[in-house]
Every structure is written in structure tokens, then in C-alpha cells.
């Protein structure tokens, strides 16, 4: 029954690689979006996608992009952590928009979250 | 400042006693959605709010959106340790609904037995 998948639960990195998030949602929708959750700042918006091939910056893109290929997946790229970057990262997925009035199903749908630790 | 804020953002209660979670927003809610976290996992969604005045409950959890869908509240009755976790509010406040949504920054809610 599991609607949005995030490849990894837990990734430790060393500072300065390249890491890739990667998240998968079966429910054919057409957004999708990529958070960071810290202590005491809450959900913060890193990049989200209306559609496939179309990105768009969210709060704190810095240090950041994303890629989606196939409307189905969403991916994150830390192009060189940092210790900084480590944090929970939570992906999730929704009906497009536009659509009026909102229900049930127009909220989020999310992964588990991957715990990323860079050192 | 956060645009959705949320209080209080921590709560410890005895198992048995009711709770009550604030979501306030300066501009209208449209569409208000609650989740809950449990440590280090995804969110699950609660249930979600659009009409001035609206309620909905769930089990022994209850949510209100007011007349002027500027504030909504999240009612725990009688928690449990199962009720333990983090709620976050989270709302569409562009009337356009562009399916992007705002958070607050969560309430943690610790229940002791």
C-alpha cells in the first residue's frame, strides 16, 4: 500500500560528495515536492514540480536541485554537502492544481523521510 | 516570521486528559490539512478542513476551522501513548489553490502512562 517511496531511510555522506535523494509516488500525480524538517523550524520547502521537466524554488533551494525526468519521480541533488545539509528530507506528492474546491485527497501524501547525515 | 504558527509547540500530558492544538494564520485558510509524525517517519494525514465553522472528528480526535478560517484547533480526548507524536498543520492560503501548501513548525505531544 505504500503510495510515495523514498529510496533510503538512513544515508550518511562525507562532506563535498554528490548525493542523490530519490523518490518514487504510484498515485500518477502531477505535483510533487522536496522539504527539509529541522528542530524548532518545522517543514521548510526546498524545490517542487508542477509537471514533469518543470521545477520550481522553494524556500532554501540553495545548495540544491532536482530533476524530474518522469512524471512519477522526484529527484534531490546536494551537488557537494555539507554539514549543514544534514536533516530529515521528506518528499511528497499531490493532485494538480487548479483543482477547486479543496478535499481530502488535494493534501500531501508523504514518504517515510530520509535521516541524512553528512560529517 | 512563520506564516502558519502553531502552539504550543510542545505539550506533555498525563494519559487521560484532553489537549488542544492551535494553527493560527494572519491570511484566510483555504483548505487547512492536519498530520501526525511519528519520531523519524513520514506524516500521515488526519483529516482536512475547508469550510468556515467546519468540524471533523476521528476517533477521539476532533478538528475546528472558525468562521473566519484564520484559525484552526486539533482536540485529543481522553490521549492515549498511541496519541504521542508530532501534529503539524498545513494550508493552502493562496485562494488560486495552487496545491502548494504552508506548515507550521509541529507540536510535539508527549503522553506519559
Known amino acids: 500500500d505504500v503510495k510515495v517511496t523514498q529510496s533510503s531511510r538512513y544515508l550518511v555522506k562525507r562532506t563535498g560528495e554528490k548525493v542523490f535523494l530519490e523518490c518514487v509516488q504510484d498515485?500518477?500525480?502531477?505535483?510533487m515536492f522536496w522539504y527539509r524538517q529541522d528542530p524548532g523550524l518545522g517543514l521548510r520547502l526546498i524545490y517542487f514540480s508542477y509537471d514533469v521537466k518543470m521545477k520550481e524554488k522553494g524556500d532554501i533551494p540553495e545548495g540544491y536541485s532536482v530533476s524530474r525526468e518522469k512524471k512519477e519521480r522526484f529527484s534531490l541533488i546536494l551537488e557537494s554537502a555539507s554539514t549543514n545539509q544534514t536533516s530529515m528530507y521528506l518528499c511528497a506528492s499531490s493532485l494538480g492544481r487548479g483543482a477547486w474546491p479543496p478535499a481530502d485527497n488535494y493534501g500531501y501524501t508523504f514518504g517515510s523521510g530520509t535521516r541524512l547525515t553528512v560529517v | 516570521s512563520q506564516e502558519l504558527e502553531q502552539s504550543p509547540q510542545s505539550l506533555i500530558v498525563q494519559e487521560g486528559k484532553n489537549l488542544t492544538i492551535n494553527c493560527t494564520s494572519s491570511?484566510?485558510?483555504?483548505?487547512l490539512y492536519w498530520y501526525k509524525q511519528k519520531y523519524g517517519e513520514g506524516l500521515i494525514f488526519l483529516m482536512m478542513l475547508q469550510k468556515g465553522g467546519e468540524e471533523k472528528s476521528h476517533e477521539k480526535i476532533t478538528a475546528k476551522l472558525d468562521e473566519k478560517k484564520q484559525q484552526s484547533s486539533l482536540h485529543i480526548t481522553a490521549s492515549q501513548p498511541s496519541h504521542a507524536g508530532i501534529y503539524l498543520c498545513g494550508a493552502d492560503i493562496e485562494s488560486s489553490n495552487t496545491g502548494k501548501l504552508i506548515f507550521g513548525q509541529g507540536t510535539t505531544l508527549q503522553v506519559k502512562p
Open positions: 491570511k484566510t485558510l483555504y483548505g
Open positions: 498515485m500518477d500525480h502531477e505535483n
